[in-house]
């Protein structure tokens, strides 16, 4: 999720841009990274978010890697995410990350904040507390909004026992009869309608300009999305799932945080710039990219303020740029008007769509420039 979008829209004269607004990622890297299918020679521009999934895609081998943003604070945790490559552990990053449970987390967050500028420490030692308690992952508005569900609003409906049982390994079979039989009753169906409606969501968990052009409220779809995650996907490797339900990762870990690749993202790093700026920034500066990591950012965009930008990541794009994004409530495509100079992949989305982990999205797009 993320709240970089194009210069021609005015979300940024109506959104908050002056707190973190998401501490870690909410799409899953596995399938970015099959979208984008980077080679080492690609320039790569990514929203930034708080940083994950534009190291996980350091290291698919990009030569280069552009991570943009509106928001300054988005930009700090992408900054403290490198200095804790830098300085810890595999084992320490996960504590302070919140990842793994910890009691060392304030002491973790002092080490790595040292390697950051006056400005930076300064951001993170106001938040030592929260950081302390919750791990650098669960200090943004959306994992407060998450965090409120977790601790006050699930324990009412299934018990911490119900809740292991839902992430312990099982057949398809066996997850179908436990999700109809013990998880999806009345008081979870009640529940799903009121805390993630376009209301409480849009108070809680993110600002209420971006419902501005989406229809509806989100409840419904992650009624129908929260099956696929708990019976045809296997919740016990889901991270974000898990995150939502217990406040960890678990033993499943997004994939800029696996042990394979932390000693090769430590490496890469200074591969990685980090901008506070707009892909039309980039764009004016003559950068040409091979891939796009997008994040959701069209959904929040007028249609004609999405065409425009479309229009801009392609005055950026080399030829046979990749394309991803994702989609939660607006179903957002090429634009008609430039629908000549892109292709879709579709045999590539329908492949990788149920693959998705971060369920609450209703579609991942993969195009290509032509």
């Not at 009345?186 to 108070?203: A, L």
């Not at 919740?235 to 042990?259: C, F, Q």
Request: net charge neutral; glycine share 6%; with cysteine.
């Amino acid at each position: 999720m993320s709240e970089q979008v194009g210069a021609n829209t005015d979300i940024a004269k109506r959104a908050s841009f002056d707190i973190i607004r998401y501490a870690q990622a909410w799409e899953d890297a596995d399938i970015l990274a099959a979208a984008l299918r980077v080679k080492p020679s690609d320039t790569v521009v990514s929203i930034a978010s708080a940083g994950d999934n534009a190291l996980a895609l350091l290291a698919e081998g990009a030569e280069r890697v552009i991570a943009v943003d509106l928001n300054p604070t988005q930009l700090a945790c992408v900054r403290l995410r490198m200095a804790m490559y830098r300085t810890h552990s595999h084992q320490d990053f996960l504590e302070l990350m919140g990842s793994r449970p910890s009691g060392r987390r304030r002491h973790l967050l002092d080490l790595a904040a040292a390697k950051l500028s006056d400005e930076d420490q300064a951001f993170w030692v106001a938040r030592k507390d929260e950081v302390g308690r919750y791990g650098v992952g669960g200090v943004g508005k959306f994992e407060k909004y998450f965090r409120t569900f977790r601790e006050w609003v699930v324990p009412f409906i299934h018990t911490r026992e119900v809740i292991d049982l839902l992430l312990t390994p099982r057949e398809p079979e066996q997850r179908a009869e436990f999700y109809d039989k013990r998880w999806n009753n009345w008081g979870w169906r009640q529940m799903v309608k009121m805390f993630f409606s376009r209301f409480v969501m849009g108070r809680l968990g993110r600002d209420p300009a971006f419902f501005d052009h989406v229809e509806g409220g989100p409840a419904a779809q992650v009624a129908r999305l929260t099956r696929k995650a708990l019976v045809d996907q296997d919740p016990s490797v889901n991270p974000y799932l898990h995150w939502i339900l217990k406040g960890t990762h678990g033993e499943a870990l997004p994939r800029a945080l696996e042990a394979e690749r932390f000693e090769i993202i430590r490496d890469r790093l200074d591969r990685l710039e980090v901008r506070l700026c707009t892909v039309e920034t980039l764009a004016s500066e003559g950068v040409k990219a091979d891939a796009f990591n997008l994040s959701d950012i069209f959904e929040y965009m007028s249609p004609e303020a999405h065409e425009a930008a479309y229009g801009t990541i392609l005055a950026a794009s080399n030829p046979g740029a990749r394309i991803a994004y994702w989609n939660m409530m607006a179903p957002r495509r090429v634009p008609a008007s430039l629908a000549e100079r892109v292709k879709t992949n579709s045999e590539l989305e329908s492949k990788l769509k149920p693959l998705d982990k971060a369920f609450f999205y209703s579609d991942f797009v993969i195009e290509e420039v032509v």
